[in-house]
């Protein structure tokens, strides 16, 4: 079966097999052209024959799951001499293998790296840290840059090294995304420095930044609405003519909600988008304050701002954008 995929793959142009495993499936697909196309869904259970037997030719350890391999394959298809690069990466559900017959073309593969995994996704290749076995952040983002991604997660950027990379997988064509604990998204900049990210590879390879906080919703059952005083207005910052009879929400409580007042919660975001401007400043390692002001000065919205739209669509109180803010 093995030799089968190989043989399509190289008659159909394939730059790469990727054989991706799923709670219910296996995945083979070909990139074509640079788009991935679906061949095969072979049976879940044959994932663990295929698996060793790819591993067998390209002369890995067929005993290793917990940590990413690499290996190589040489042999004829159709005629052709052809030399495989073979990366195989453990996920969630076995190990996803990408075997390289030509040069790396642009995909739309994404793959995660996360600790732990907290939410499964359909048709995206996640990943857990096991530091235990030694697959860190970093040492699992060396492996996953070999998968041939378009797309990669990294759970959270905690150390230089895992910084450099992610920032290098950028530099070289890749989507990256990763999370940061700051308090808001011109801090972002200046944490990635302070764990000594130079400035310039941060300046050319940074597109975007987001903070979110979460507030809880108002029970739709049981809150009140209620006319804010002008000092209250002024005491938060909002403009009193703008909010003229303007009717907010505040909770009560009831049986619905446990008296809490509260039932869900959602979102308030704080979008960064890197200019020219912002990059500049980037490069020059300004403070965040002179960041954040320049970003307002073209058009950023405060997570505080994204909080009172909230409230004056009565989906929050004015209390608890206050509390997240």
């Known amino acids: 079966m093995v030799n089968q995929f190989l043989t399509r793959g190289v ?3 394939a730059s790469d097999v990727h054989i991706e495993p799923f709670a219910d499936r296996l995945q083979v697909r070909f990139r074509i052209d640079g ?29 290793e799951r917990r940590l990413p391999q690499d290996g190589r394959i040489r042999m004829k298809i159709a005629g052709k001499d052809i030399d495989l690069r073979v990366s195989c990466l453990p996920v969630m559900y076995g190990e996803s293998i990408v075997m390289r017959i030509l040069d790396r073309s642009p995909d739309k593969k994404i793959i ?38 378009d797309v990669i997660l990294i759970g959270e950027i905690r150390d230089r090294e895992t910084a450099d990379i992610a920032i290098q997988s950028a530099l070289t064509g890749h989507l990256v995304f990763s999370t940061l604990h700051t308090n808001d998204a011109a801090g972002a900049v200046t944490r990635l420095i302070e764990i ?3 400035d310039y590879l941060l300046s050319s390879s940074l597109i975007g ?49 446990s008296f809490s007042g509260y039932r869900g919660r959602t979102a308030i975001f704080e979008l960064l988008p890197v200019s020219d401007t912002i990059r500049h400043l980037i490069l020059g390692a300004k403070a965040s304050t ?5 970003a307002l000065a073209e058009g950023m ?24 803010t």
């Open 196 to 198: 000594g990210v130079e």
């Open 112 to 149: 995660t790296i996360e600790d732990p995994v907290e939410y499964e996704l359909a048709g995206i290749n996640q990943m857990e840290v096991n530091p235990k076995a030694g697959l860190t952040f970093a040492h699992g983002l060396r492996s996953i840059v070999r998968q041939d991604p």
């Open 301 to 324: 919205t405060l997570l505080r701002s994204d909080g009172w739209r909230k409230v004056k669509n009565g989906v929050t109180s004015i209390e608890e954008v206050l509390r997240v």
């Open 209 to 257: 930044i987001m903070a979110q906080r979460l507030v809880r919703i108002l029970c739709p059952v049981c809150k009140e609405a209620f006319t804010p005083t002008p000092e209250l207005l002024k005491k938060v910052g909002l403009s009193v003519s703008a909010h003229d009879d303007q009717l907010f929400y505040k909770p009560k409580g009831c049986k619905s909600c």
């Open 35 to 63: 788009i991935l196309h679906e061949h095969a869904q072979p049976a879940a259970s044959l994932q663990q024959a295929i698996t060793s037997r790819i591993k067998i030719m390209a002369k890995m350890d067929i005993a």
């Open 290 to 294: 002179v960041i954040r002001d320049a």
């Open 11 to 13: 008659e159909a142009g």
